[in-house]
């Protein structure tokens, strides 16, 4: 479950350097931050899908 908190945490942190990237017009910026975006927001999602989700036993 930490593997999923990592990813999507850098996902996120993704979503605003790519938001910042755009403001700034630095379009390299905008390249890297939807890369980041794409493969760790798919490896949470499928992290997620894979494993499940953990019940709280």
């Keep these: ?5 990592i990813f999507g ?3 996120i942190l993704g ?3 790519l938001i910042s990237a755009f403001k700034n ?3 390299l910026g905008v390249l890297f931050a ?4 794409a493969v760790f ?3 949470s999602v499928m992290t997620v899908l894979n ?3 953990p019940t709280g036993h």
């Design 9 to 11: 945490l850098a996902a």
């Design 25 to 27: 017009k630095n379009f």
């Design 34 to 37: 939807l890369g980041t975006v």
């Design 41 to 43: 927001g798919w490896f």
């Design 1 to 5: 479950m930490g593997l999923v908190i």
């Design 51 to 53: 494993n499940g989700y």
């Design 15 to 17: 979503v605003f350097a």
